[in-house]
């Protein structure tokens, strides 16, 4: 069974609009990170969040971890087609270090 | 930044045949890895734990025998698929880490197999 829920599993958003991504655990965290994937390429990392009440940002993208370490959210600010593909949620569950996905987000800009 | 080499990108074999894939980190030493699978449309799922110079660690469900995992030093580990079948078509991507969690997973670009 999925222990990482991600929603939405999809979404379009036009280009220049914001979106948001959740990831949520009945469990506590130990590390939660957010990669970005092109169908049938590697992953790339885009930020991890350990401590409760975490934010980071890169560019366009905000990351968010909440103080119960039980949910995040990605969130972009004025898409780009670049911006499209698959967002991953992975989390350190356990405290044994192997990271565990969500099913991932299919984000698609349109023009 | 922390790079990691995965190959081959694409494999197409016969059943019954075996694949070896193998995944380095270039320039860090990475103590342990890890190896996914992923389905279509699905996300990744974890087949096996390995740290340098001991036994892989497997997922439950995941075939010891037929997924051979060789982790013989700290910048390579290799993933054989042995006797493979049309079901064991998929896409096989590997992740090194450092440490725990401050240094992050760093995956290759992945590998397509293809059995038929």
């Known amino acids: 069974s999925q222990e990482l829920e991600q929603s939405p599993q999809s979404l379009i958003v036009q280009e220049g609009k914001n979106l948001t991504i959740n990831c949520t655990s009945s469990k506590t965290l130990y590390g939660l990170y957010w990669y970005k994937q092109k169908y049938g390429e590697g992953l790339i990392f885009l930020m991890m969040?350990?401590?409760?009440?975490e934010e980071k940002s890169h560019e366009k993208i905000t990351a968010k971890l909440d103080e119960k370490k039980q949910q995040s959210s990605l969130h972009i600010t004025a898409s780009q087609p670049s911006h499209a593909g698959i967002y991953l949620c992975?989390?350190?569950?356990?405290?044994?270090?192997?990271?565990?996905f969500g099913a991932g987000t299919t984000v698609t800009v349109r023009a | 930044g922390a790079v990691v080499s995965q190959h081959p990108s694409r494999v197409i074999c016969k059943s019954g045949t075996s694949v070896k894939i193998e995944c380095r980190s270039l320039?860090?030493?990475?103590?342990?890895m890890f190896w996914y699978r992923q389905f279509p449309k699905q996300s990744l799922m974890l087949m096996a734990t390995?740290?340098?110079?001991?036994?892989?660690?497997?997922e439950q469900g995941v075939e010891k025998d037929k997924f051979l995992i060789n982790h013989a030093s700290l910048t390579l580990s290799t993933l054989t698929v042995t006797s493979a079948h049309p079901e064991d078509s998929s896409f096989y991507i590997c992740?090194?880490?450092?440490?725990?969690?401050?240094?992050?997973?760093?995956f290759g670009s992945g590998t397509r197999l293809t059995v038929v």
């Open positions: 992975g989390a350190d569950r356990g405290g044994d270090y192997k990271l565990s």
């Open positions: 390995s740290n340098e110079g001991s036994k892989a660690t497997y």
């Open positions: 969040l350990q401590k409760g009440g």
């Open positions: 992740s090194a880490s450092r440490r725990g969690p401050s240094y992050g997973y760093t």
């Open positions: 320039d860090f030493q990475a103590t342990t």
